[in-house]
C-alpha cells in the first residue's frame, strides 16, 4: 500500500463506522466507537501517515509497541494488543503513552499488569484493560473461556486498584458466513 492511499483508506472506515453508529444510536442510545488502527507489521512512516491524517490510536504488540511509541509523537494513544506474557507487563507498563491493554486474560495477569502499571509511574491514571475473551474457541486464539470472563473482570475491579476495567474484547473467527450474524459477537454480548 502507497502512503497516499492510507488517509482515503482511513476516511472510508471512518464513514463505515459512522453509517453504523448513527444506526446503533438510534436505537440503543450506544456510546462513541474508537477506531483503533492495528499496525503491527506496519512501518513507522505508515503510522505517521495515518496520523497525520488524525488517527491517534493505534494497536500493537510488545516489541513494536517499544519501539514505535519510542520514535512517533508522544499523544498516540498505544493499545496492547499482542498475546501478553506476564514477564512482559513491566515492558508494556514502561510505555508512557499506553492507552489500553486489551488482552488480559487471567487474573494473574491482571495482578501482575497492576502492580507493574503502579510501580512504573505511580502518579499515571489508572490502565485501561479489556478481558479478552476467546469466543470460537479456537486453540490458535488466546482469551479466557466465555464462563470464566466475569470473574477475570470481577478480579480486576475489586482487586486492581491501578486498572480501571473498559470492557470484553474478542477476535471472532475468520470462517463463518459475512452474510449471518457472526456467532462469537453473540457469545460475546452474553457474557
Known amino acids: 500500500m502507497s ?76 493499545h496492547f ?9 513491566k515492558l508494556v507498563a514502561s510505555i508512557p503513552n499506553l492507552w489500553a491493554v486489551e488482552t488480559i486474560d487471567s487474573a494473574k495477569k491482571a495482578d ?5 502499571w503502579d510501580a512504573a509511574d505511580a502518579t499515571r491514571s489508572p490502565l485501561r484493560v479489556f478481558v479478552q475473551v476467546n469466543t470460537s474457541g479456537e486453540s490458535s486464539k488466546s482469551g479466557v473461556d466465555p464462563g470464566g470472563a466475569l470473574d477475570v473482570a470481577e ?10 476495567l473498559q470492557g470484553l474484547m474478542t477476535i471472532g473467527s475468520p470462517d463463518r458466513d459475512p452474510e449471518a450474524e457472526n456467532p462469537d459477537f453473540k457469545v460475546h454480548s452474553r457474557v
Open 81 to 89: 494488543i499482542g498475546t501478553l506474557q506476564s514477564n512482559k507487563c
Open 155 to 164: 478480579h480486576i475491579f475489586k482487586e486492581c486498584k491501578s486498572l480501571v
Open 3 to 78: 502512503t497516499t492511499d492510507i488517509p482515503q483508506r482511513l476516511n472510508k472506515i471512518r464513514d463505515s463506522v459512522k453509517a453504523a453508529q448513527a444506526t446503533r444510536h438510534s436505537s440503543s442510545g450506544a456510546k462513541e466507537v474508537t477506531l483503533v488502527a492495528v499496525s503491527k507489521t506496519k512501518p513507522a512512516a505508515d503510522l505517521l501517515e495515518a496520523y497525520n491524517a488524525g488517527q491517534r490510536h493505534f494497536g500493537e504488540n510488545i516489541q513494536e509497541l517499544v519501539d514505535k511509541a519510542a520514535e512517533l509523537p508522544q499523544d498516540i494513544h498505544w
Open 112 to 116: 501482575t499488569m497492576n502492580r507493574t
